[in-house]
């Protein structure tokens, strides 16, 4: 089907019952619907927002467009947990109502402040000539659970120098100061991140560009969000653009960091090492951020990537979100680890010990199409071994290590429905080790993969039939001790 842009900006509000009824009907009928992930009930998920911790409960915002699969006039849909585990969907939370967000409330993100939740966002609006101009926007939540926006933007103008791509605000507290960083791109179509200061959350002065050794470095940087951990500095980005170089950069979007000295805040300087990328898989983009109340750095990201056609679209839904990750720094490297909380999700638990030699093996219990499992690998001398999941007669999705390049692999050619295949079936970095441990939480059409405690991770959707459950241990040209315990979620 193909959306006119009438159809991509209906409100909501314009949807009859019955339309509104038909549509759920016909995403409950969908067979790749999650079990433990965030995703809409209708329409089309992308960035998280707002993730922070409020009152007592952890809040999360999603962008929304409630009536299909498709990028239209978004909305903020909130839903809160009390232990990251458990959602529960309050409804939406931002409406694009008025003049600076009439073609919809985008991106951003949360802070507290005197007892009261504030919500800073990009308003995007288009005028006659379809000329977008976009506005940076506040709304409040208060204890009782009303949100109201504030009645003007709190960011009038995009700064000279920079074009109409200018949003996703991202705010944290400094010394008594607030400051905000903002995706940009320059007037000569080069992305960068610019900075803004507050003393209230209301009256904001543009500090200017943050110093960074990437001075081209694709067309447009989306979704940043600084913080420091460790005594280091942060910075989170999704720049878009990139040329695919070796196993890097392989999406059609990118989400990854810099990491460095601590931002500078008076001269906008952050010096820093290398762009690295947060996930190796098919299917991750514009993550975000929070501290919670213990101090941990927790993200959580959008399952999934703009410009791509996945296989649930045909049922009016499309996306979800990953599982919350904590942060830590091990070896200059963001490590992300799944929460602890998320343990509460295991039921019958199930282990073997094997060696396996020039072969591939099945075991009792270990099958499903919702499940946790870690697999650890030593001893080795195979030129490959690893795990083949969510199999059946035709269809395999297939982690491996190749010992030859030192290069853990994902490939999903066989996965089922195909999603994305114009760039590419496999993702592969580098990892070395004399043990590889592979933490996979697979869902009936995603999975995550942290690999030897979330060193690296693998995120990707998947489109088996819902008869693929097999679970097969290989090793290929030698052996392979391993172990693995999984359990039912």
Partial sequence: MVWTKEQRYRRIEEASREELSKLRLEVRSCEWRQTFHIQPETGLLNDPNGFSYFNGEYHLFYQWFPL????????????????????ENVGIGIKPSNQYDSHGAYSGSAIEHKGKLHLLYTGNTRDENWIRHPYQCLAILEKTGVIEKWGQPVIHDVPKGYTDHFRDPKVWKKD??????IGAQRENNTGCIVLYRSEDLLSWNFEGELQTSLPSFGYMWECPDYFELQEQGVLVFSPQGLTPNGDEFQNIYQSGYILGEPLDLKSRTLTHGSFQELDRGFDFYAPQTMTDPDGRRILVGWMGLPEIDYPSDKNGWAHCLTLPRELSIRGGKLIQQPVKELKELRKQLYVIRDVIFDEKKSYEHFNGTSYEMVCEFENFDADAFGV????????????????AQNKVVLD????????????????????????????LFVDISSVEIFINDGE?????????????KEIRFFA??????????KWDI
Avoid: M
Avoid at 388 to 403: H, L, M, N
Avoid at 421 to 435: D, H, I, Q
Avoid at 476 to 485: D, L
């Fill in 176 to 181: 008594n100061h607030f400051y905000a960083v």
């Fill in 68 to 87: 299909g699969p498709v990028h239209g006039l978004k909305y903020w849909y909130h839903t809160k947990s009390k232990d990251l585990v458990h959602w």
């Fill in 412 to 439: 999903r050619t066989n996965s089922g429905e195909a999603v994305g295949e114009a760039y590419g079936t496999e993702r592969k970095c580098l990892v070395e080790g004399s043990k590889i441990k592979f933490h």
């Fill in 456 to 468: 690296e991770v693998f995120t990707s959707r998947i489109f088996p039939d819902a008869e693929s």
């Fill in 476 to 485: 290929e040209g030698g052996r392979a001790v391993f172990q693995a315990s």
């Fill in 388 to 403: 083949e999941f969510r199999a059946g007669e035709q269809e395999k999705t297939v982690v491996k290590y190749d010992t």
